[in-house]
């Protein structure tokens, strides 16, 4: 797995191809068509419906979705950090928004971000700012230009952004919360 240093904080990047690539894009679908919204008004997780969706949490033992992805990230994060488990998950599922600020979970030891669909475009595309926690520091963040298929493993600690795209096409990325066990 290809290790990085952002301000003296791992960062691990690695690309995983899926073999359940298709069907976990369906179930995606599936999923944010049959979510139940209360009296067709918009649901607290999403944005708006222009910006996105964003699924509750899926309990890791409740089922089986993504469950190759979630044995391959748990793996990884088990050589990484014994002492941590999967303990739920999430997708978004987005076209075009503003930034997002995602702030740090203070019960997670580490979130891993999957990118399982990107737009096919010409430029680099929903540039992910990871934060120097330090704010006296310089750099004021590190640039990750996300790929397709790209697993992004950080310490949950960071505080991170995602700058738009700018383009309509559909974007896909499942997060992992990872927990010290108990």
């Not at 008004?41 to 964003?54: A, C, E, N, V």
């Not at 990118?115 to 929903?126: A, G």
């Amino acid at each position: 797995m290809h290790k990085f240093k952002f301000f003296y904080t791992p960062v691990y990047i690695q690309s995983i191809p899926l073999h359940e690539k298709d069907e976990l894009i369906k179930l995606c679908k599936a999923h944010r068509i049959n979510d139940n919204f209360d009296d067709n008004k918009l649901d607290q997780r999403s944005l708006t419906q222009d910006k996105g969706y964003y699924s509750m949490p899926f309990d890791a033992e409740e089922t089986d979705m993504a469950s190759e992805l979630r044995d391959i990230t748990s793996r990884l994060v088990a050589e990484i950090d014994p002492s941590s488990v999967l303990v739920n998950f999430d997708f978004t599922m987005t076209t075009q928004y503003d930034t997002i600020y995602f702030k740090e979970n203070r019960r997670s030891s580490w979130v891993a971000n999957y990118f399982l669909v990107l737009p096919k475009t010409d430029f680099e595309n929903k540039e992910i700012r990871l934060h120097n926690p330090n704010s006296l520091g310089t750099p004021y963040y590190e640039k990750i230009v996300p790929r397709e298929n790209m697993l992004v493993i950080t310490p949950a600690h960071l505080m991170y952004d995602v700058l738009p795209d700018h383009t309509k096409s559909e974007c896909i990325c499942i997060r992992m919360y990872f927990e010290e066990e108990r």
